[in-house]
């Protein structure tokens, strides 16, 4: 379980630091593509992400600890929003646009937004775990990241970053974190949706 933890924070630091290129990117296809460098991190050094794992939580050997990689990579989130903040303080005023954005999104909104998105995560993860050394597995990372940026679809990871970078007042909080459980859930049902369907 600690091993688990320490390598889900530290996966949740690598989507903070792939948010925050994105935020700093004024052409949003480059910060697309650049952002994938925090999941190609997370999968060529076997950390634990959420929206990566969730899909493999069925399986009849080796399901990972969801709700504890989900706390590690809130804690990850943290982290790095806290540090970029403190560093970089022109950050707040982008990522507050964006968190503000987000969190005002209807629930049938946030759901069908985070189901697609969790249907790209688990193919790009899937994809990349069969295929680790070839081109075709960093190329399903970059489209697959690419596309779900582009498209607005919710990552509960990445999204955990927007609102702890752009958060304003305490009172945010509570809508917040329903928002996140939320893209979660649906982050999760994408990704089992699509293992069910395509796993041999």
């Known amino acids: 379980m600690l091993t688990e933890l320490k390598k889900s924070i530290i996966a949740g630091m690598m989507i903070g630091i ?4 994105y935020l700093f990117c ?3 296809v480059v910060g697309a593509i650049l952002f994938s460098v925090g999941l190609f991190a997370i999968c060529s050094f076997g950390m634990f992400l959420f929206t990566g794992k969730i899909g493999y ?11 504890v990689i989900w706390l590690g990579n809130f804690i990850g989130s943290i982290i790095v929003s806290a540090a970029v903040r403190l560093a970089k303080p022109e950050l707040h005023t982008i990522a507050a646009e964006v968190a503000a954005k987000k969190a005002s999104l209807s629930i049938p909104s946030l759901i069908i937004l985070s189901f697609l998105c969790g249907i790209l995560m688990y193919i790009a993860v899937d994809n990349f775990g069969k295929h680790p050394h070839e081109i075709s597995g960093i190329v399903g990372i970059v489209f697959c990241v690419s596309v779900f940026i582009l498209c607005g679809f919710e990552h509960s ?4 970053n927007y609102f702890a970078m752009g ?22 049902l994408g990704a089992i949706t699509v293992r069910h369907f395509v796993k041999e």
């Open 167 to 188: 958060i304003q007042t305490v009172k945010e909080v509570p809508r917040y974190l329903l928002v996140l459980v939320i893209i979660s859930v649906f982050n999760g």
């Open 157 to 160: 990871i990445a999204d955990m």
């Open 18 to 21: 792939g948010c925050t290129v």
């Open 57 to 67: 939580v069925l399986s009849n050997k080796n399901k990972p600890n969801c709700a």
């Open 26 to 28: 004024e052409n949003k």
